[in-house]
């Protein structure tokens, strides 16, 4: 039986040089970006914060400065019952 706690959750992280609490508070702020002007729109991180709540889940940032960050998407479970 699936209760309404049952969820799956994808966890993507890094050790690269992880962000500060500026960036984090505009993390999923469309076209908010740190690089350069021409490398990159800023749109990536708020699209997919965008489609994973569209499949009513959520994403969870942890990170630390010079030690990396981590990414966990949770998403409901859905079990396609059979007819």
């Known amino acids: 039986m699936v209760t309404q706690d049952d969820h799956v959750d994808v966890t993507i992280s890094d ?10 508070e505009q993390l999923f702020d469309p076209f908010y970006t740190t690089k350069e002007v021409g490398k990159g729109t800023g749109l990536g991180l708020s699209i997919i914060h965008g489609i994973v709540q569209e499949f009513s ?23 396609e019952e059979n007819p």
């Open 15 to 24: 050790d690269a040089t992880g962000m500060d609490a500026v960036t984090l």
């Open 57 to 79: 889940g959520s994403v969870t940032v942890k990170s630390v400065l010079n030690e990396g960050s981590q990414f966990v998407l949770c998403f409901p479970l859905y079990i």
